[in-house]
T-cell receptor, first 113, second 114 residues
Framework: TQLLEQSPQFLSIQEGENLTVYCNSSSVFSSLQWYRQEPGEGPVLLVT?????EVKKLKRLTFQFGDARKDSSLHITAAQPGDTGLYLC?????????????FGQGTILTVHP | GAGVSQSPSNKVTEKGKDVELRCDPISGHTALYWYRQSLGQGLEFLIYFQGNSAPDKSGLPSDRFSAERTGGSVSTLTIQRTQQEDSAVYLC????????????FGEGSRLTVL
C-alpha cells in the first residue's frame, strides 16, 4: 500500500506570508497531483508533475516533484485569503496500482486578512 | 451535463438500511472513481472503473459495499446494512485518461447514518 503523508495538517497564517506544504512517501510515484478543495465542493486539480526534479509554477504557487519521485512540495508566495482551503496531494504508483490515485490526508490552510 | 453529477447530495438514513449513491460522469470519460472523505480529511480510495470493469476493488471497506457501472456511464455505489462508521462524504470522479489524467470530481453525496 502506497501512503502519502502530508504536513502540516493545519496551517493558519496572515495575508502576505509564505508557506510550504509537504507530501512525502517511501514509495515511488509515476505521477503526482495537487488538488484544492473548498467546503461543499469536490477537489479541483491544480497541477500534475511527472518527472523527477520537475518544478511547475502557477501564479504564486510553485510545485516541485522530488528527484526520486517520492516527495513533493507546494509553496505559496504572499498568501491571500482566497488561497484558503484544503490542499491535497495524490500519487499514482503505476504497475499493479495503475489508475489508482492515493491521496494524502490533506492540509487545511487558513489565510487571515 | 458539463460536470460530474452526484445524487443524492445529502442522505440521512437509519442504521441497518441500504443506500444507493449515484454518479453521472462527464460524457466520454472512460475512467470513474469512488472515494470516501471524512470531515476535513483526505480521500480514501474505494474503487475505480475502466469502462464497465473494475480492475481494483481493494478499497471497498467490507462486503457491504458494492459498485457497478453500466453502459460505460452511470455508476451506483451501494451500501447494505449501513453502520454509523459509514457516515462520510462519498465523492465520485471521472477522467478521460487513466493514470496521470486530471480527475474531475462531483460535489459528493453526504451520508449520515443515525
Amino acid at each position: 500500500t502506497q501512503l502519502l503523508e502530508q504536513s502540516p495538517q493545519f496551517l493558519s497564517i496572515q495575508e502576505g506570508e509564505n508557506l510550504t506544504v509537504y507530501c512525502n512517501s517511501s514509495s515511488v510515484f509515476s505521477s503526482l497531483q495537487w488538488y484544492r478543495q473548498e467546503p461543499g465542493e469536490g477537489p479541483v486539480l491544480l497541477v500534475t508533475v511527472v518527472t523527477g526534479g520537475e518544478v511547475k509554477k502557477l501564479k504564486r504557487l510553485t510545485f516541485q516533484f522530488g528527484d526520486a519521485r517520492k516527495d513533493s512540495s507546494l509553496h505559496i508566495t504572499a498568501a491571500q485569503p482566497g488561497d484558503t482551503g484544503l490542499y491535497l496531494c495524490a500519487g499514482e504508483a503505476g504497475g499493479t496500482s495503475y489508475g489508482k490515485l492515493t491521496f494524502g490526508q490533506g492540509t487545511i490552510l487558513t489565510v487571515h486578512p | 451535463g458539463a460536470g460530474v453529477s452526484q445524487s443524492p447530495s445529502n442522505k440521512v438514513t437509519e442504521k441497518g438500511k441500504d443506500v444507493e449513491l449515484r454518479c453521472d460522469p462527464i460524457s466520454g470519460h472512460t475512467a470513474l472513481y469512488w472515494y470516501r472523505q471524512s470531515l476535513g480529511q483526505g480521500l480514501e480510495f474505494l474503487i475505480y472503473f475502466q469502462g464497465n470493469s473494475a480492475p481494483d476493488k481493494s478499497g471497498l471497506p467490507s462486503d457491504r459495499f458494492s459498485a457497478e457501472r453500466t453502459g460505460g456511464s452511470v455508476s451506483t455505489l451501494t451500501i447494505q446494512r449501513t453502520q454509523q462508521e459509514d457516515s462520510a462524504v462519498y465523492l465520485c470522479a471521472s477522467s478521460h485518461l487513466i493514470g496521470a489524467g486530471e480527475l474531475f470530481f462531483g460535489e459528493g453525496s453526504r451520508l449520515t447514518v443515525l
